[in-house]
């Protein structure tokens, strides 16, 4: 028994923004190729199109975008009126769904990675900053020498100058 992979076609049409980006449109037929089905392709197609008319309509570029963005990004799908039938037929508003709010941001995620990927942007907005840590002997030591009042690096961090500068980044504040 084998099994069937197949590439979804995009339907273009139904995502302009996205068709009319590069990046975006590499990002959405890579997606394709991966083997996804037919469904996650529109709603990729059509949460990232949701995401780019934001970004237009906000004047951001992808390199611009930060947490804060994304967040008013939620909140501007968030509060969105959804149309429901309830099973007697009659029609109720609502919000989007919890697990829909998370697809949207697993797009958002999912193409900023990219974005990185392909040297677009530096970080992705939806993951966490890699800190650039000293080795905890480091650490120690410069506590130490924080703590010394008499140390050399302690006296010229009290100096104005460019010398002091460069030492006080070292030291815990």
């Known amino acids: 028994m084998a099994l069937e992979f197949s590439i979804c076609e995009v339907r273009w049409e139904r995502y302009r923004r996205v068709a009319e980006n590069p990046h975006a449109r590499e990002w959405l037929k890579f997606q394709a190729t991966r083997g996804l089905a037919a469904n996650t392709i529109e709603a990729y197609g059509r949460?990232?199109?949701?995401?780019?008319?934001?970004?237009?309509?906000?004047?951001?570029?992808?390199?611009?975008?930060?947490?804060?963005?994304?967040?008013?990004?939620?909140?501007?799908?968030?509060?969105?009126?959804?149309?429901?039938?309830?099973?007697?037929?009659?029609?109720?508003?609502?919000?989007?769904?919890?697990?829909?709010?998370?697809?949207?941001?697993?797009?958002?995620?999912?193409?900023?990675?990219?974005?990185?990927?392909?040297r677009i942007c530096v970080r992705n907005p939806l993951r966490p900053a890699v800190a650039k840590t000293a080795p905890a002997s480091v650490d120690s030591k410069r506590r130490r020498v924080a703590d010394d009042?008499?140390?050399?690096?302690?006296?010229?961090?009290?100096?104005?100058?460019?010398?002091?500068?460069?030492?006080?980044?070292?030291?815990?504040?």
């Not at 050399?152 to 070292?170: F, I």
């Open 47 to 118: 949460d990232l199109d949701s995401y780019l008319s934001f970004l237009e309509s906000q004047e951001i570029s992808f390199e611009s975008v930060i947490r804060p963005t994304i967040g008013a990004y939620v909140r501007s799908i968030a509060d969105l009126a959804v149309p429901r039938v309830r099973k007697n037929g009659l029609q109720a508003r609502t919000t989007l769904a919890h697990a829909t709010l998370q697809q949207h941001l697993t797009v958002v995620r999912l193409f900023h990675d990219y974005l990185v990927e392909e």
């Open 149 to 173: 009042p008499g140390s050399l690096q302690t006296r010229a961090a009290a100096q104005p100058g460019d010398a002091g500068d460069v030492l006080r980044c070292g030291t815990p504040s």
